[in-house]
């Protein structure tokens, strides 16, 4: 993988809905489950990396999880959360996993943005039916500031796309629907490599 990539104009659906947790009251859309245990899920302004809210998440004696049953088409479909510790350290898979199905799933990869945020994707194949998918922070964690979720029927991650983002639009309710992206929409769509897809070799 090399240092520099170009954004493609791409369509997509973000089948999340409040998938940057700026509605105001967390368990509208989302399900927050603590097990009994100790951990704890608030919004937050205190970081945001869309928008002006995320969830804060402490992890406790159990793990905490966070998630929305989302119907989907059969098809490969691609979960991403952009995810900040509290500590601004490395986020890792002790710090969070997917919720793919119900059931925790390492992600495919956890990468670095800015600003001590990082990016972590799933990419699942799914069948066509309603599927709890979210975002599990463990036992024994950091806490971690969460946002950004997105699932799209795609077999990668395209950039984060809600209805107050350039080109999208909400479907519905402002942050209580689902989002799309115009194709022909430049801010938005999918990373591409430049040195892995074009083979380019820089001289000095």
Same mark, same amino acid.
């Given at each position: 993988?090399?240092?520099?990539?170009?954004?493609?104009?791409?369509?997509? $659906?973000?089948?999340?809905?409040?998938?940057?947790?700026? =509605?105001?009251?967390?368990?509208?859309?989302?399900?927050?489950?603590?097990?009994?245990? *100790?951990? *704890?899920?608030?919004?937050?302004?205190?970081?945001?990396?869309?928008?002006?809210?995320?969830?804060?998440?402490?992890?406790?004696?159990?793990? =905490?999880?966070?998630?929305?049953?989302?119907?989907?088409?059969?098809?490969?479909?691609?979960?991403?959360?952009?995810?900040?510790?509290?500590?601004?350290?490395?986020?890792?898979?002790?710090?969070?996993?997917?919720?793919?199905?119900?059931?925790?799933?390492? =992600?495919?990869?956890?990468?670095?943005?800015?600003?001590?945020?990082?990016?972590?994707?799933?990419?699942? $194949? #799914?069948?066509?039916?309603?599927?709890?998918?979210?975002?599990?922070?463990?036992?024994?964690?950091?806490?971690?500031?969460?946002?950004?979720?997105? =699932? #799209?029927?795609?077999?990668?991650?395209? $950039?984060?796309?809600?209805?107050?983002?350039?080109?999208? #639009?909400?479907?519905?309710?402002?942050?209580?629907?689902?989002?799309?992206?115009?194709?022909?929409?430049?801010?938005?769509?999918?990373?591409?490599?430049?040195?892995?897809?074009?083979?380019?070799? $820089? #001289?000095?």
């Amino acid at each position: 993988m090399g240092n520099w990539s170009i954004v493609l104009p791409e369509a997509t $659906t973000n089948l999340f809905k409040d998938p940057s947790f700026e =509605f105001g009251t967390l368990a509208t859309y989302w399900t927050v489950n603590a097990f009994g245990g *100790t951990g *704890t899920g608030v919004l937050s302004n205190a970081q945001a990396f869309s928008n002006r809210a995320s969830v804060f998440i402490t992890p406790g004696t159990l793990n =905490f999880d966070v998630y929305q049953t989302v119907t989907t088409v059969a098809a490969s479909h691609t979960l991403s959360f952009m995810v900040r510790r509290s500590d601004a350290g490395v986020v890792s898979g002790a710090d969070v996993q997917a919720i793919i199905d119900g059931a925790g799933a390492v =992600f495919d990869s956890i990468t670095y943005v800015s600003n001590s945020w990082y990016r972590c994707v799933k990419t699942v $194949t #799914e069948t066509a039916a309603a599927h709890d998918t979210g975002i599990i922070c463990p036992t024994g964690g950091t806490s971690v500031y969460v946002d950004a979720g997105q =699932f #799209e029927a795609t077999s990668y991650w395209t $950039t984060y796309c809600d209805g107050d983002q350039p080109g999208c #639009e909400w479907t519905g309710t402002k942050h209580g629907s689902t989002s799309t992206r115009s194709a022909q929409e430049r801010s938005g769509g999918r990373a591409i490599d430049i040195d892995d897809t074009y083979n380019t070799v $820089t #001289e000095f």
